[in-house]
């Protein structure tokens, strides 16, 4: 159980990482909270976590776009909750258009959010890991670090780009009781997909029912939806002691999707 360790999740004030924060919660671990919203929103879901699993929980608003940010998110949540066991590199946006119309702006801040914020908060919180001698370090990637889709030219670089990170990252780590791994999701429901339904509406000139059907879940075999609960309890997985031997894995969770 991960009762008395701490987890910082990113990207956890809503859908897939909020799932994680609490599974890991109801599985005894303290939590750091990080992501966008309505503060009252989220101080309901911080101090819920903590009323319904007796443990801390504590929220950073730390924009992942901005390495001083991170960094002092992670010293701050190593100050007030507890030194970071786990980490979750789960924070993530999603643009849709051909690449010739791709705001190069929205290139930067993809590549910011969904890539580089692992690298940075990975670089502040190892050292205590190395340290402590036990760590878990989990990265959302998608089922596109695995395989493209078109009109995603950032999110699938991203994604390559954090398989390829939490390599070696598993690597470097591996005779120090720090395990890395991600979890590569196909299609889960979340604000994240049903905000790009307008785009992808737009780009490929289909309607909502085409989109969903014909498009989403067109990529998984299984025609589900992944639940966010269900990346949650791999997630709580992979920082169990039976999980110890997997590390350096990218673990797809995607209805069939990356078996075509
Ligand atoms: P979501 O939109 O529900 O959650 C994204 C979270 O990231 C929110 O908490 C948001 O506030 C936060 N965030 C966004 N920009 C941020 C920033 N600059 N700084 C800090 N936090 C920021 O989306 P989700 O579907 O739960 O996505 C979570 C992760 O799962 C992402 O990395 C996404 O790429 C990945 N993923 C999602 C799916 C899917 O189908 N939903 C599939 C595969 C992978």
Partial sequence: SLKSKTALVTGSTSGIGLAIAHSFA???ANVVLNGFGKPDEIERERSAIEAEFGVKAAYSAADMTKPDEIAAMVREAEARVGAIDVLVNN???QFVAPIEEFPPEKWDQIIAINLSSAFHTMRAAIPGMKARGWGRIINTASAHSL???PFKAAYVAAKHGIAGLTKT????LATHKITVNCISPGYVWTPLVEAQIP???RARGLTKEQVINDVLLQAQPTKQFVTVDQVAALATFLCSDAASQITGANLSMDGGWTAE
């Fill in 26 to 28: 109801k599985d005894g």
């Fill in 169 to 172: 990252a598993a690597l470097e």
């Fill in 147 to 149: 395989v493209a889709s």
């Fill in 199 to 201: 785009d992808t509406m």
């Fill in 91 to 93: 924070a993530g946006i």
